[in-house]
T-cell receptor
Framework: QQQVKQSPQSLIVQKGGISIINCAYENTAFDYFPWYQQFPGKGPALLIAIRPDVSEKKEGRFTISFNKSAKQFSLHIMDSQPGDSATYFCAATRNKLVFGAGTILRVKS | GAVVSQHPSRVICKSGTSVKIECRSLDFQATTMFWYRQFPKQSLMLMATSNEGSKATYEQGVEKDKFLINHASLTLSTLTVTSAHPEDSSFYIC???????????FGPGTRLTVL
């Protein structure tokens, strides 16, 4: 049973545009929601994370929006750059991480 | 920042042999370490969770006798793939988590190819 649903599977954005990736979860016991960035052949790197008592968190060009009642959260990448091209995973955790399926982002220059 | 290393980064072995992968937290003490495997173009699948000094907890469907995990210190965990077969070929990634935090920091991964 997939507990974290992520969309879209892939995304193409023009340089300077906004990339938006969405996730939805089922388990209301989850209490920590990180986003990871992964380049080919590398391990995931933590980008930004949020707890359900906060509706939005911003770090540089990356923003998480969190809607507790809808059980949804999203990642916004502002001013997207070619170097942002990677696979992005949302995740949710209580005691262990449950990952979304991933979104392959390509930023066209 | 928190740094996690893995060794080796790549390994090729013959079918039937065993392979050991090391995971180290370099600048913090990891009370819990996790082992994942990732197939091409797929997400990460948790294999097992290990706490320092305790037996690992394996996820459903993961053979504990095939994937031996040892977490002997607060900075080192090892995964041994015993009697490896071609279907064990995958990208194995560890992560480490410190005390009183939910954040997992991932290693760079180990590409295992079994011939």
């Amino acid at each position: 049973q997939q507990q974290v649903k992520q969309s879209p599977q892939s995304l193409i954005v023009q340089k300077g545009g906004i990339s938006i990736i969405n996730c939805a979860y089922e388990n209301t016991a989850f209490d920590y929601f990180p986003w990871y960035q992964q380049f080919p052949g590398k391990g995931p790197a933590l980008l930004i994370a949020i707890r359900p008592d906060v509706s939005e968190k911003k770090e540089g060009r990356f923003t998480i929006s969190f809607n507790k009642s809808a059980k949804q959260f999203s990642l916004h990448i502002m001013d997207s750059q070619p170097g942002d091209s990677a696979t992005y995973f949302c995740a949710a955790t209580r005691n262990k991480l449950v990952f979304g399926a991933g979104t392959i982002l390509r930023v066209k220059s | 920042g928190a740094v996690v290393s893995q060794h080796p980064s790549r390994v090729i072995c013959k079918s039937g042999t065993s392979v050991k992968i090391e995971c180290r937290s370099l600048d913090f003490q990891a009370t819990t370490m996790f082992w994942y495997r990732q197939f091409p173009k797929q997400s990460l699948m948790l294999m097992a969770t290990s706490n320092e000094g305790s037996k690992a907890t394996y996820e459903q469907g993961v053979e504990k006798d095939k994937f031996l995990i040892n977490h002997a210190s607060l900075t080192l965990s090892t995964l041994t793939v015993t009697s490896a077969h071609p279907e064990d070929s995958s990208f194995y990634i560890c992560s480490a988590q410190g005390t009183s935090t939910d954040t997992q920091y991932f290693g760079p991964g180990t590409r295992l190819t079994v011939l």
